[in-house]
Every structure is written in C-alpha cells, then in structure tokens.
C-alpha cells in the first residue's frame, strides 16, 4: 500500500529506523523500517577478516560486503570492507572497540548519528512529503515525492498541534514560580500544585504534536519527571508505545567559548512527540520555529534535536550529506594536521580579517558598503576546501599572500554545500524585502538561520577537531578575504572617497555632497573586481564613532552609532545593547537617541542637546527617589566559575554566592541577576542582592546607578563636549543646594523646569 | 580559531610592556608623551597585520613616523596661515 506524508519524526530502535508521518489527511502514523547501520574499514585483508569475525564472534556485525568509494584527501577510489552491524546501540559503542584495530586499519563513517544516515541514503528530510510502499506498519521502500525539495518555498506546511508549558511569575533566575500553566487550542489549564494525573489527562485529550516550553529542559521537566516518580504516575510524554528508556542526553554541561563561559541545559527529548525549549535553543533564539525547521530540512536533523544543537552541527550535516551522496569516506578521526611551516610563512599566512580603526568623532556624508557572505563566498567561488588546499595533484599559487595551491581537478565538499545555501540566502532576503508582506518575517527568520550557518562554516574549517577542517584552508578564506577588501578600500580612494572605519567584510565611507548613484556604481565596481556581491547598507544623516571605555582619545572598532536616511538607527557597544545593563539605563538611553531620530543633520543633532539633558535630568529623579521598581534596576551577568571558586569579590561573585547560600544551583555560563545596594558597604553581604532574594524593603545605591546613567548619556554626547564631568554638573545643576528634607514627602526642587515640580 | 601567531594588536601591547623600564625611568611629564608614542602606532594596527614584518618595533616606529609627518604638514600649513594672516595686518 503506498501511503504519502510528512516526515514527522525519526529514531532508531534496535535493527529499525521508526518513523512517525503525517499523512494527508491529517493522521500521524508510526512505521518501522528494518535499518542496520554500516561503517567502512580500509586495510590489509587479513586484519579487515580478523576485524569482521571478532565483531560477528560478538553478535555485533551482521555481515559485510567488499565495495569502492572515494578517498576524502587524495580524491583516490578505494576498496573498503562494508560492514553491517546488528543494531543502533551496537553501532553507538565503535568508537568504543574499533580503537585498538587502528594501527592496522583505517575506519570511516562510524560515528554519524544514524537518524542522519538514514535520511542521507533515502534522501528525505523532517517535514518533507516522501512516499512510502508500507504493509501494515512496515515499511518496504520509501523515498521523496519528486515534487519536493528543501529548495524551494514550502507552501502548505502541515498544522501542527502546539502545546505551551511554562510556569507563571519565574524571575530571572527562573527559579521560584507561583503555578504551572498549559495552554492548547485556547483551553489553559493553571496549577499551583502539581497535579500528575491532571497534566496526563490534559496531554492525553489534546495530544499535542510538539509541546513548546520556556525552561523546560533547565527546570519544568526534571521537576515534572521527580512528581511522576513521586506519584508512582507516569505521564505519556512519548508517543512511542515501545517502552524505551528515557535517555536524557546530553547532560548538562558548562562549556567554554571565545572567551566566555555557557551553560547548556540537558536535552529532553520526546518520541513522536516534539519538545521545543524556547530557552534552551539558539536558533529558536536567533530565528524562531521558521529558522529551527528551515535547519532541520536542509541539514536532515530531527527538529527536536535541531533545536537544541549549534549551527554548527547543522552545517556539518550538510557537508556530511554531500560526502555521502558522493560517495566519499567520512573520516572518523580528524587527519589532516597542519603542515609544517617556517616562521615566516607562519607569519604570513596566520592572520585574520583587517581591520582599520575609526576616526573619532561625529561626521555627516556617510555611507556604508558591506560584503554579502563574504567568508562563505570566498570558499564557494575559489573553491576553498579542506582536501582541495595544497591538494596533491595541482600546482599553481593561488591563495594571496600565503601562496597555497588549490585544487583544479575537483569540487570540494565545502564550496559543493555552500553554493546552493548562499542562493537560497540571497533568495530569502529578497523575498524579506519585496514578498508577500504577511510572509516578510518568515523569510527573514529563514536567512537568519542560513546566516549563522554560514558564519559556521568559516570557524569550523579552522577547528582542530571539526571533521572537515584544516588550518590551510582557514588561512586561504581570510588571505582572500583581506585581499578584496584592500581591493574595495582602493577602489573607494580612487573616487575621492575617505575611509573613515573597515571591519573585514564592512566599509564606512565618505565624501562631501555624494550621490547615491555614486555608491551604487561604487558597488558594482568593487563586486566585479573581487567577485563578491558589495551592496549600500545604508547611507548616514550623520554617524559617530565614539572612543574606547579607557581612554577618551583611543578609536576602538565596533562603539559607533547612527542615523540612516530612513530614518533607522545602527548601534553598537553602546549601553542600551548590552545585556548587562540596568533595563532602566537602557531604556534612558533609547529615549534618548529617540529624540535623535529626527533629526536631519549635525545641527539638528546639537538642537537636540537640551532635550537629552532633560531626560538625564529625568532619570535622573527617578534614581534619587527611590521609586524604582528593582527589577528595572537589576543587572545581568554571567559566572565564568562556579560560585566558591572566586578569588576576588566582586559584586557578581557575592551575588551567586548568596544564592548557594540559600541554596539555589547556579552553573559557571549562566545569569546572575541582582540589585547594587551599596557597592562600597564594609559588610559584603550589603553591597549586592541577587533576585529572587530581593525585598520591597532593600534599598539601592543611588550613586552606582547615577554613574550609570551618566555614562550612557557620555556615550550619545561625548563628540558634543559633554563627558562625565560635565553631565555630572548638569545633574547637579538642577539640585537645590540646601540638602532635602528627611522623609519621602521632600521633592528635589527644579530651578528651570517647574513641570518636574 | 587555530591561531598561532599574536594578532598585531597583541604584539604592540607586548611591545609597550617591554618598554616599561623605560618609562620608569623618565620623569612623569614625559611619561604622557610615550605613551602618545604608542598610541600613534595603534592607529594604523591593520597595516601592521598586513605586512606582517618580523620586527614589530619597526612597525611601530614608522607609524609614529607617520603621524609625525601628519602633524608638522598641519603645522607648516597653520604657519603658513598665520605669518599671511600677520602680513595682512602689518601691510
């Protein structure tokens, strides 16, 4: 019987690959198909029979066969040893036992996530229509509707049920909540207590395609699961009627990451069923469910696990795919190490992109000009890839400066993945720009998601251990990168244009009474000079570049914000975007360069100084009231260790110390949110309050938070003359100079604005 | 990100640490002006990371060089200004 659907959901059990599709009419089905896995071994005969008869002694391998396929780095056809293994689990303990067979024998694809493989050999994808032969809930033979791609916009994506769990009143450090709530279809159940038999009841009425939660895999669900056990009631999370044991992987972990220290939370995964942590996904974050499931197509990864795992792993996928589809051997070990090198070629090559620093101050006549992809670019179009850099067989120098040869012969596994990604990229943001409107969200969510796979692709070519990484080519995709942007820089200067910042990929330029046409002729030259899009990202009304944190003269890259001509605002490293900032101080500054965003030009930009000092002035009050709300004063910051493990005291340590204290798990990589209440009291345990420990009776310290607030309005007028000492009189100008009255009835009187009382 | 060579960035701070003694050993008025010295050099780090030369001292000597050269043609162009300005007024 040939049944046609959606790929739902996938995991394998025992010798099976079990499936879940939604067919046409609406029916989620489960189907079972026979599925051994199979791994490849490279060497003398004698050792690969040795190999296969100690495997299948063990009940491990169920049989093998003698074939030919690619060799990754030399391009060379090979003969391998195809060895079938009994089942999922025995195929999850190799890179177990095959260690000690690895001086006589090489290995390939034996720790790929079967789910992956499955859908790498019969070519379909989560969420894809395929057709399958089935004979009751067998399956035969399956494979993709031919009218089904993940390249094309999917236009009648399934209805799924959603189900929301999450817990009321959670404060920031998710802990301490009032009641449960689960919402499906518009029904809400809320609970203060737990009530096991409700939530079954509750999951067994709606049974929901995917239960979408906020902290469930940190908190709801290791505490929903200690009820059950409490309660001797389990409830059906799964659809699965095998009883499989729940497998809670990966553990949660701390991990450390381009100088900070993360935590992720352990995954709980559902069969049948979909568990979407909204907290506890990045792409959920950065893209939403659009970019998750957009992922989860193209890299073929279950959307539960889709969810929870980096960009990174979705990139992989893609290129493992590739590899499979082309018949080449996925090594297991990473094997290509660097090459040896003199000091000077080390010098040369190990670089990364430019970086010219900003001209301080504010100015008008400015354009920005960025680089679209242009890393992942550089890879698809010069044909950067691990085994095509100083491949063996071609001799020409083609990478700059370091003078690499690239392979001639073939098409690398890289460039091969990124080419179809960058056009549905560029394809994506067109749509975001010019499509349906209903729809423009979406397709922006979806080339966000494409967007970081993209910038993944360029870290893990450099990656010690990425599968398909090597150093070289790293080195190569950068060479080229800082090549075309001199390349750019030039062609700017040679039209009179001034650099006044570059950042790798990104050029601010100016020039007096330019045209927009002007630019635009600009880009077109610079794109076909180095075979990159160059696109306008905008043109300034005025644009400042502000100084380093430490030294007022001292231009830093990334602190800098401006008005486009339509009127948007670009920020970076300024107060109100970073995530450790008071909501309160933010919120003051993006009032502040509200006020802003109307002006026209510089002048009107200074017009508009009084109406900021004004709003300082506001704030300003407000802190010295002590009417603010503690959670708008509440600072964010993350523990690189755990709590005991601080040498100095400062106020981030206290805070997760205190919460130990009470109890509270708190892990190296995740938030601490508290309130300053007197940063320099003698008696630490003063100086700082974490939430949830916070009272309506603590006080704060008004003078931390006023330093606060003058250093963000410092970062918006600083190119006017007004630094701290400054703002600080301006402050201070508007006090009474006798002191206030005791008691909360005395207003700070206001010489000029009598609206403020 | 597999990198074994310091960025340049690096290296000029490597660099000022190295003259520490020196600074010691001026008086404070003059302490400011080196440390201008090695701030100048700061602004032109992306050249530094494009040549890449063995000796980053001469990296930065010449970026000082620069921003030298920078503001003596601003001064003799001021000069310049000023003696005409003064001509004016004394013809």
């Known amino acids: 019987m040939e049944i046609r659907g959606r790929l739902f959901d996938l995991y394998p059990l025992e010798s099976s690959m079990i499936l879940w599709i939604k067919s046409e009419d609406g029916r989620l089905r489960r189907f079972e198909d026979p599925f051994r896995p199979r791994f490849y071994a490279q060497g003398k005969k004698t050792n690969l029979f040795d190999l296969f008869h100690s495997l299948s002694a063990g009940r491990r391998a169920a049989g093998y066969q003698w074939t030919r396929k690619e060799e990754l780095w030399s391009g060379d056809e090979v003969e391998v040893m195809e060895i079938e293994i009994v089942d999922s689990e025995y195929y999850a303990q190799l890179p177990r036992i095959l260690p000690q067979w690895e001086e006589r024998i090489t290995f390939y694809n034996c720790d790929i996530p079967l789910p992956q493989t499955y859908l790498y050999e019969k070519r379909i994808f989560p969420t894809g229509r395929c057709i399958a032969e089935v004979e009751g809930n067998r399956i035969f033979e399956i494979h993709p509707d031919p009218s089904e791609s993940v390249w094309i916009d999917d236009e009648d ?38 009530d096991v038999g409700e939530i079954e009841r509750f999951l067994k009425h709606f049974d929901p395609d995917v239960i979408l939660s906020d902290d469930g895999d940190a908190s709801l669900l290791p505490l929903l699961f200690s009820e059950e056990k409490k309660w001797k009631t389990s409830i059906s999370w799964d659809r699965e009627p095998y009883p499989l044991k729940r497998q809670i992987h990966p553990k949660g972990r701390s991990y450390f990451s381009y100088g900070r220290t993360y935590y992720r939370a352990p995954a709980h995964l559902f069969l049948g069923r979909w568990h979407i942590d909204r907290r506890n996904s990045f792409i959920y974050g950065e893209s939403g469910m659009e970019g998750v499931v957009e992922l989860a197509r193209l890299a073929k990864i279950p959307v539960q696990r889709m969810a929870r795992t980096s960009p990174g792993t979705a990139i992989t996928s893609m290129q493992l795919d590739q590899a499979f589809q082309d018949n080449i051997l996925i090594p297991w070990r990473k094997g290509e190490p660097e090459r040896f090198k003199t000091a000077w070629d080390l010098l040369v090559a190990d670089k990364g992109g430019l970086v010219f620093q900003p001209k301080l101050g504010i100015f008008e006549d400015v354009a920005e000009i960025d680089f679209a992809s242009m890393y992942p670019t550089m890879m698809a179009i010069h044909n950067i890839s691990p085994e095509t850099v100083l ?5 020409n120098h083609r990478v700059p400066e370091a003078g690499y040869t690239i392979c001639e012969k073939r098409k690398g596994i890289v460039p091969k993945t990124l080419h179809p990604i960058l056009t549905r990229r560029t394809w994506l943001k067109k749509m975001a720009k010019e499509g349906d409107p209903e729809k423009r969200e979406i397709y922006n969510r979806k080339q966000t998601a494409l967007k970081w796979m993209l910038v993944t692709s360029f870290g893990y070519l450099g990656y010690r251990n990425a599968r398909f990484g090597r150093i070289e080519a790293h080195e190569a995709v950068t060479a080229f990168g800082r090549e075309s942007l001199l390349q750019a820089k030039e062609i700017c200067e040679e039209e009179g244009f001034e650099l006044l910042h570059a950042i790798t990929d990104s050029l601010w330029i100016r020039k007096k009474g330019f045209r927009e046409e002007e630019i635009l002729e600009l880009c077109q030259k610079i794109s076909e000079a180095t075979g990159i899009t160059m696109s306008l990202e905008g043109i300034y009304r005025w644009m400042a570049f502000l100084p380093s944190k430490g030294n007022p003269e001292s231009p830093v890259a990334n602190r800098y914000f401006g008005l486009f001509q339509n009127g948007k605002i670009k920020a970076r490293g300024l107060s109100f975007r970073r995530g450790d900032m008071p909501p309160l101080i933010q919120e003051a500054q993006v009032r502040m360069i509200e006020v802003l965003s109307e002006t026209k030009n510089m002048e009107d930009f200074q017009s508009k100084i009084p109406e900021i000092l004004d709003l300082l002035l506001e704030y300003g009050l407000k802190l010295k009231d002590g009417q603010t709300k503690q959670e708008d004063l509440a600072i964010g910051k993350r523990i690189s260790q755990e709590p005991n493990a601080y040498k100095v005291d400062s106020l981030t340590a206290l805070a997760a110390q205190q919460l130990e204290d009470v109890g509270i798990e708190i892990h190296p990589g995740e938030k601490v949110r508290y309130v300053i209440k007197d940063a320099e009291s003698k008696d630490k345990a003063e100086r700082v309050k974490p939430f949830p420990l916070v009272g309506p009776d603590d006080t704060y310290d008004v003078k931390k938070y006023l330093e606060m607030l003058v250093k963000a309005t410092e970062e918006i007028l600083i190119h006017f003359g007004y630094d701290m000492k400054r703002l600080r009189k301006e402050l201070k100008g508007f006090e009474e100079p006798s002191p206030p009255a005791a008691g909360r009835d005395s207003r700070v009187r206001v010489k000029r604005f009598p609206f403020f009382y | 990100m597999g990198r074994t060579v310091l960025p340049f960035s690096r290296v000029l701070e490597q660099e000022v640490q190295e003259w520490r003694k020196f600074r010691r050993g001026l008086r404070k008025e003059d302490q400011q002006f080196l440390d201008r010295l090695f701030e100048e050099a700061r602004l032109h780090v992306q050249a530094g990371v494009y040549a890449s030369r063995p000796w980053p001292f001469e990296t930065i000597l010449i970026s000082v060089l620069l921003e030298h050269e920078k503001a003596l043609v601003e001064l003799r162009s001021q000069i310049k200004i000023l003696e005409g300005q003064k001509g004016e007024g004394e013809s």
């Open chain 1, 157 to 194: 994506v399934p209805d799924l049920r959603v189900m929301e769990l999450r817990a009321l009143n959670q404060n920031g450090s998710g802990r301490g909540w009032r009641s449960l709530v689960l919402e499906c279809e518009g029904y809400r159940v809320e609970m203060e207590t737990i």
């Open chain 1, 391 to 395: 491949c063996g067989c071609c001799e």
